[in-house]
């Protein structure tokens, strides 16, 4: 009875074996890039939002020189391709109501501009 070496049997597994880790690798660290440009995102929102209600504070404690506030695009550095905007809007009610749009808007690297929105009415003294 003749027996059959079989050889290269063993290197092919570990072959496969690398393979199958590669892929797992790659799939961690794509993971890991989504999440961080998932937590850039979320920051960046959180700082817009601080920024308007920021805003609108410094408007209700001078709301004497309510038009000294009003601006058409300030730059903002603490946002990548930032900017604030500050309007006032027309509304029927009230006359000593005074209703402002604030928008801070940015761009993240690679990607469309994002913008927060806040409405806030302010009163006259």
Known sequence: MLTQRQTGFSMIEVLVAI???AFGILGMVGLQAASIRYQ???KSRIDASVIAQDAVAR???DRVNLTGHLTT???LSSLPGGTLVIEKIDVDADPKTNRLRITV???PPGDDTHSHVLIA???EN
Do not use: E, K
Request: zero cysteines; hydrophobic letters at 50%; glycine letters at 6%.
């Open 19 to 21: 393979l199958i880790f």
């Open 40 to 42: 850039t995102d979320a």
């Open 121 to 123: 009415d302010v009163n």
């Open 105 to 107: 808007s940015w761009t």
């Open 73 to 75: 695009g300030t730059s």
């Open 59 to 61: 408007i209700w404690v």
